[in-house]
């Protein structure tokens, strides 16, 4: 088992910066591969990005590409999604998951371990 717990959320203006944290726990935790996926009102849950469970590949969707990051932080159990040039249309529940699968999948799926999730909102 992996528990997950996402922090950093909250409310900024258009083009602010937030990062967001997961700190994973469980006896094999850092050998998971980890994404970001977010959820706005009345939308499916959408992938952002994921790294993989050593840090050395990562994936983005085309609509954070170029303004957020996905890392691992030296201990390999926690992940950061630092987002930058934030935009109204990235306003959503953001939730940290957890795969046992090889590479770095982005299909909601394929992760088995999910956080509670943290509001993002960004005021136009």
């Known amino acids: 088992q992996v528990q997950l717990v996402e922090s950093g959320g909250g409310l900024v203006q258009s083009g602010d910066s937030l990062r967001l944290s997961c700190a994973a726990s469980?006896?094999?935790?850092?050998?998971?591969?980890m994404g970001w996926f977010r959820q706005a009102p009345g939308k499916e849950r959408e992938f952002v990005a994921a790294v993989s469970w050593s840090g050395s590949s990562t994936s983005y969707a085309d609509s954070v590409k170029g303004r957020f990051t996905i890392s691992r932080g030296n201990a390999k159990n926690t992940v950061y999604l630092q987002m930058n040039s934030l935009k109204s249309e990235d306003t959503a529940v953001y939730y940290c998951?957890?795969?046992?699968?090889?590479?770095?999948?982005?299909?909601?799926?394929?992760?088995?371990?999910w956080g509670q999730g943290t509001q993002v909102t960004v005021s136009s």
């Open positions: 998951a957890a795969t046992s699968l090889l590479g770095i999948p982005s299909r909601a799926n394929d992760y088995a371990f």
């Open positions: 469980g006896r094999t935790a850092s050998n998971y591969g």
